[in-house]
């Protein structure tokens, strides 16, 4: 099974709205990604939060990771169409060495214009 | 930089043929990776190298899949033969530990995707 997985696997809002997917994973990380993919594209990194951090911003980005929870939320405020793209989280397995990353299966956001 | 390159952007391939993919990762980053990504499984990793020497081999599929990476700026991926539910999109990622001895996963940069059909 997926160590992350998003939630909700899709979502629908108008443009101006803010929207927020969430991610919970199952085994202790060093950090946790995300990224975003347009339709047709390969997937393009957002953000990285580290295990020791609890909230980070980007821009209209948002992302928070509660450990004890073990999950995270993305929230993007104001909402464009040009956000309009699924978006995964990808979380660090493994332990010594280097840590392989695995992706959710990912939110497919649309944002209506 | 022109990113992590990949070719072809597609192939459509008869089932038992061969088929190769490439990759050129991003010009100093020493990790590779390739993926694939299908509606049913998402994303999966597939193989990694480091500094061209495959690392963790544990998500290809099978024996008819393959990967090389023969120098620093150059990797392929081969399924050989090649059969229907092979068809997916296969992305090639490159990325760089930027901190020495503190194995932190970092930004991984990812190729446009190879759109793989086999008839």
């Known amino acids: 099974s997926q160590q992350g997985e998003e939630d909700p696997q899709a979502l629908s809002i108008q443009e101006g709205e803010n929207a927020t997917m969430n991610c919970s994973y199952k085994?202790?990380?060093?950090?946790l990604q995300w990224y975003r993919q347009n339709s047709g594209r390969g997937l393009v990194h957002l953000i990285l939060?580290?295990?020791?951090?609890r909230e980070k911003h980007s821009g209209r980005l948002r992302v928070t990771l509660d450990t004890s929870k073990k999950s995270s939320s993305l929230l993007i405020t104001a909402s464009r169409a040009a956000d309009t793209a699924s978006y995964f989280c990808?979380?660090?397995?493994?332990?010594?060495?280097?840590?392989?990353?695995?992706f959710g299966i990912g939110t497919k956001l649309q944002v209506i214009p | 930089d022109a990113g992590v390159i990949q070719s072809p952007r597609h192939e459509v391939t008869e089932m038992g043929q061969e088929v190769t993919l490439r990759c050129k990762p991003i010009s100093g980053h020493d990790y590779l990776f390739w993926y694939r990504q299908t509606m049913m499984r998402g994303l999966e990793l597939l193989i990694y190298f480091n500094n061209n020497v495959p690392i963790d081999d544990s998500g290809m599929p099978e024996d008819r899949f393959s990967a090389k990476m023969p120098n620093a700026s150059f990797s392929t991926l081969k399924i050989q033969p090649s059969e229907p539910r092979d068809s997916a999109v296969y992305f090639c990622a490159s990325s760089s530990i930027r901190v020495p001895r503190v194995f932190v996963q970092e930004t991984q940069y990812f190729g446009p995707g190879t759109r793989l059909l086999v008839l």
């Open positions: 990808a979380t660090d397995v493994g332990s010594g060495g280097y840590q392989k990353v695995t």
């Open positions: 085994t202790s990380i060093n950090n």
């Open positions: 939060i580290r295990s020791n951090e």
